[in-house]
C-alpha cells in the first residue's frame, strides 16, 4: 500500500452541514470511496439546521460519534430518533461549534451562509483541514478565518468549483507570476431574460438552475449572479492575488470551472462535468486523487463552449461585490448579511427578484455613511457588520413590503 493510501486510512471526517446539497455529496463520496476501497474513515460528527429525519438516517447508516442540530426546539426530535443507538447527540449553535471542536483531521465546512462562520472557525483554530464550501464564512470574516488556518497549521481547501479550479492549477510557489483569474459564471436561469421578466420571477423560477442541483440560496444567488459576486471576494481571500485581477465571463455550458492566467500569456483550466463530486473529491485526497462517481466529459457531445460578457444593467449584484471587496472593511461583511436577508425574503414570498440586488444597495449605501474599522480583524468586529447588515436589511425589506 502507498504512503499516501495509508495516511488516508486515518482520516476522522466531521461534515457541518450534512443534511444539505454539498453534505449529501460527501457523504455520497465517502461511501463510494469505502466501498472500492479507497478510503477508510471514522465520521466525527454531523450537523444539520432542522432536517432531523435525514439527519437520524446519516447517523444510523454513517455511524458518528456525534450529532448536532442547530435548532435548538428540535433537541428531544433527534434524541427521539436516535435512542438506543449510542450516538451522543447536542442542539442549538453551541453544539454545532462542539461538533467542530471535535477531532477530525478534515472537516467539510457546508453550512449555508454566516450561520457557518464560529463552527467553522472553530475547527480552523484545531489545525484542521477545512474542505471549505461555506463561501458566506470568508466573504463575511476572510481575514479572521485564513489568518487562524495558517496560525493553528491547518489548510483550507476550497470546495467551491471556481475555487477548486483555480487551486489545481495555481503556481503557489510563484504568485507573482499570475496575471489573472478567470471565474467562469453559468449566468443562471436568468441569463436570457429581459429585465422586465425579471421582475416577476418566481422562486420556483430562480432556483431551476441550468447545470447544478444545489440548495434554494446559492441557486437564487446564482439567478442574480451575486453567487459570483461572493466568490470574486472568496477567491481575494483565498489565493495571493487582488481582487482587481480576477474577472468574471459567462460560460454556460459550465464545463471549464476557472481559469488562471499566467505572465507570458498562457491560460490553465481545469475541467469537469457540473457534479460537485469532483472538486469534494480534490480535497478528501489532496494533494493525491481519489475515484469519484462524477460522470466523464463527452467533448464531441458538448461540441461548443461559448463565453459572454456579464451584463452589467440586469446583474447589477457584481458591481455591488467589486465595490465592497474595493471599499474593505465591513462592506463585503454587510454585502453578505444584507443578500442573505434579502434572498430569504424572495424565497418566502416577501420581496421581489429585482429587489434583492435593490436592498443590498440600498444597505451599502448606508453603510458607506458610517465609519467602520478599515479591516476586519476579530471575530467581535466581523460579527457586528454581518448584525448590522442583517438589521438594515430588514428595514429596507419591511419598507418595500409596506410600500
Ligand atoms: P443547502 O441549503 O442544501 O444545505 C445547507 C446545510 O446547512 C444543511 O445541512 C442545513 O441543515 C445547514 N444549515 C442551514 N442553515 C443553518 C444554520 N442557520 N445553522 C446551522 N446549519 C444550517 O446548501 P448547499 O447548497 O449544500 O450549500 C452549502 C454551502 O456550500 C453554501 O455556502 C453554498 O454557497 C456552498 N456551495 C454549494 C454548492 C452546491 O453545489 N450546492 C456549490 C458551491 C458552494
Ligand atoms: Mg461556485
Not at 476522522?12 to 450534512?18: E, F, N, P, V
Request: net charge negative; proline share 5%; hydrophobic share 50%.
Amino acid at each position: 500500500m502507498t504512503e499516501a493510501k495509508k495516511a488516508r486510512k486515518a482520516r476522522r471526517i466531521t461534515i457541518l452541514g450534512s443534511t444539505g446539497s454539498i453534505g449529501v455529496n460527501t457523504l455520497d463520496l465517502l461511501e463510494f470511496a469505502a466501498r472500492r476501497g479507497e478510503a477508510e474513515f471514522q465520521i466525527e460528527a454531523l450537523t444539520a439546521h432542522r432536517n432531523v429525519a435525514l439527519l437520524a438516517q446519516q447517523a444510523k447508516k454513517f455511524r458518528p460519534r456525534f450529532v448536532a442540530i442547530g435548532d435548538e426546539a428540535l433537541r428531544d426530535d433527534l434524541d427521539a430518533a436516535l435512542a438506543g443507538t449510542g450516538i451522543e447527540t447536542g442542539a442549538g449553535p453551541s453544539a454545532l461549534e462542539d461538533a467542530a471542536a471535535r477531532d477530525a483531521d478534515w472537516v467539510m465546512a457546508a453550512i449555508v451562509g454566516a450561520a457557518g462562520l464560529h463552527p467553522t472557525l472553530r475547527a480552523a483554530k484545531r489545525g484542521a483541514s477545512i474542505a471549505l464550501a461555506n463561501k458566506e464564512c470568508l466573504v463575511c470574516a476572510g481575514d479572521v478565518l485564513t489568518a487562524a488556518i495558517a496560525e493553528a497549521g491547518g489548510e483550507l481547501l476550497p470546495v467551491d468549483s471556481e475555487h477548486n479550479a483555480i487551486f489545481q492549477v495555481f503556481d503557489f510557489e510563484r504568485p507573482e507570476r499570475v496575471s489573472r483569474l478567470i471565474l467562469t459564471a453559468s449566468g443562471g436561469p436568468f441569463r436570457e431574460w429581459t429585465r422586465s421578466q425579471m421582475a416577476a420571477a418566481t422562486p420556483a423560477q430562480a432556483v431551476a438552475h441550468p447545470n447544478w442541483s444545489m440548495g434554494a440560496k446559492i441557486s437564487v444567488d446564482s439567478a442574480t449572479l451575486m453567487n459570483k459576486g461572493l466568490e470574486l471576494i472568496e477567491a481575494a481571500h483565498i489565493f495571493p492575488i487582488s481582487h482587481e485581477q480576477i474577472e468574471i465571463v459567462v460560460h454556460p455550458q459550465s464545463v471549464i470551472h476557472s481559469m488562471v492566467e499566467y505572465v507570458d500569456g498562457s491560460v490553465l483550466a481545469q475541467l469537469g462535468t457540473p457534479d460537485m463530486r469532483t472538486p469534494i473529491a480534490t480535497t478528501l485526497a489532496w494533494p493525491d486523487r481519489t475515484p469519484s462517481p462524477s460522470a466523464r466529459l463527452d467533448f464531441a457531445k458538448i461540441a461548443r463552449l461559448t463565453f459572454e460578457a456579464p451584463d452589467p444593467v440586469r446583474f447589477p449584484a457584481l458591481r455591488l461585490a467589486r465595490e465592497s471587496v474595493a471599499q474593505g472593511g465591513v462592506f463585503p461583511a454587510m454585502l453578505n448579511a444584507a443578500n442573505e436577508v434579502a434572498v430569504a425574503a424572495f424565497l418566502a414570498g416577501n420581496l421581489k427578484f429585482l429587489d434583492i440586488a435593490g436592498v443590498t444597495e440600498q444597505v451599502l449605501e448606508q453603510a458607506g455613511r458610517r465609519n467602520g474599522p478599515a479591516r476586519l480583524s476579530t471575530l467581535d468586529e466581523a460579527v457586528a457588520a454581518d448584525q448590522e447588515g442583517r438589521r438594515l436589511a430588514a428595514l429596507a425589506v419591511a419598507a418595500r413590503a409596506a410600500a
